[in-house]
């Protein structure tokens, strides 16, 4: 079993900055892809970024390309995610997810956090 708890959500303004947090606990040496969604009300759950834990590979949104940043710090086993020049509408519940295949857009990851409230007010 793995568990993960996000934290660094919260209230910012637009143009800001926030970074998150996930921590992985269990077997953590069975996870191959770590990954970040969010939802916002009445809109399905969307991908953002993923990191591969063992190379660092990383992919994003086309449309966050530029402006969020994931890094992963094994020894710590926590996945970040940095958002920059945050805007309304990124406000979103933001998930970490993370599992033991190589996957890349999709939301059939096994694990999931709680999940993070982000809110950028304009």
């Known amino acids: 079993q793995v568990q993960l708890v996000e934290s660094g959500g919260g209230l910012v303004q637009a143009g800001g900055s926030l970074k998150l947090s996930c921590v992985v606990s269990?077997?953590?040496?069975?996870?191959?892809?770590m990954g970040w969604f969010r939802q916002s009300p009445g809109k399905d759950r969307e991908f953002v970024a993923r990191?591969?834990?063992?190379?660092?590979?990383?992919d994003y949104a086309d449309s966050l390309k530029g402006r969020f940043t994931i890094s992963r710090d094994n020894a710590k086993n926590t996945v970040y995610l940095q958002m920059n020049i945050l805007k309304p509408e990124d406000t979103a519940v933001y998930y970490c997810?993370?599992?033991?295949?190589?996957?890349?857009?999709?939301?059939?990851?096994?694990?999931w956090g709680q999940g993070t409230q982000v809110t950028v007010s304009s």
């Open positions: 997810a993370v599992d033991p295949r190589n996957l890349y857009f999709s939301k059939e990851y096994m694990y």
């Open positions: 269990g077997r953590t040496s069975s996870i191959y892809t």
């Open positions: 990191i591969t834990r063992g190379t660092g590979s990383t």
